[in-house]
């Protein structure tokens, strides 16, 4: 991967779930981005900006482009220093894929279920979103090959999601936003980790971060009576 894709990645590194939230425009000029976004308050999400001239009432269907998908720092060496895993590139670049694919079935089942229609082309209603999970850490990868070991976390993992809205036809940036969260299991109990478990900690993870976007367009954005 070249360093510009790489870094093309990193700055799509931190979105997601603008959620029933005021924007605030800055009255200190140092708080408006290079683009031109300001500060959401009460953003439900580490770090959310808008641009304070958006209409995202016209936005009635929705293209989501592929999610780019980045480990933690020294994740893969520090998994296979467990003697009962060896962690190959091709499983890492599967796991990427599996969790850019999951991600893109849990936005799309959100969002349609909202009203949103999921679209692949451009358009004066369609809002387009680009993702990016980063700093991905899957505490017990499932590796998909024999053997009887197993492993017992009391936790999945954690990712941050990054993600940024735009007009289809103009270009123009409407949005960005930033979010990180763990894995959660109830109680911290040790159980399991395999491909079943890690995947359904993740759809919830995705769902909460899909359902804050579903709420900041609906509660703030959409007008009433669309639906």
């Given at each position: 991967m070249s360093t510009k894709t790489l870094l093309a990645g990193i700055v799509l590194a931190f979105l997601t779930g603008l959620a029933p939230a005021t924007v605030a425009i800055a009255?200190?000029?140092?708080?408006?981005?290079?683009?031109?976004?300001?500060?959401?308050?009460?953003?439900?999400?580490?770090?959310?900006?808008?641009?304070?001239?958006?209409?995202?009432?016209?936005f009635r269907r929705v293209a989501i482009l592929d999610p780019f998908v980045s480990f933690r720092s020294n994740w893969k060496r520090n998994q296979n220093r467990s003697r009962t895993r060896n962690l190959r590139a091709s499983d890492v670049e599967r796991i990427k894929t599996d969790v850019s694919a999951l991600f893109r079935d849990v936005f799309i089942e959100r969002l349609e279920t909202a009203g949103f229609e999921i679209v692949t082309e451009t358009g004066e209603d369609v809002l387009v979103l680009r993702p990016a999970i980063i700093d991905l850490d899957i505490t017990a990868p499932d590796l998909r090959r024999g053997g009887r070991s197993r492993t017992y976390t009391a936790t999945g993992g954690a990712a941050t999601l990054y993600i940024e809205l735009f007009d289809s036809?103009?270009?123009?940036?409407?949005?960005?936003?930033?979010?990180?969260?763990?894995?959660?299991?109830?109680?911290?109990?040790?159980?399991?980790?395999?491909?079943?478990?890690?995947?359904?900690?993740?759809?919830?993870?995705?769902?909460?971060?899909?359902?804050k976007l579903v709420e900041f367009l609906n509660d703030h954005y959409v007008e009433k009576g669309q639906k």
């Open positions: 009255e200190d000029e140092a708080q408006i981005t290079f683009d031109g976004l300001v500060p959401v308050e009460n953003a439900r999400v580490a770090m959310a900006y808008i641009n304070p001239e958006a209409d995202f009432s016209v036809v103009s270009g123009d940036i409407l949005g960005r936003a930033a979010d990180r969260q763990a894995a959660r299991r109830g109680g911290g109990m040790m159980t399991w980790s395999n491909r079943v478990s890690n995947r359904a900690e993740a759809r919830r993870m995705f769902g909460r971060w899909a359902d």
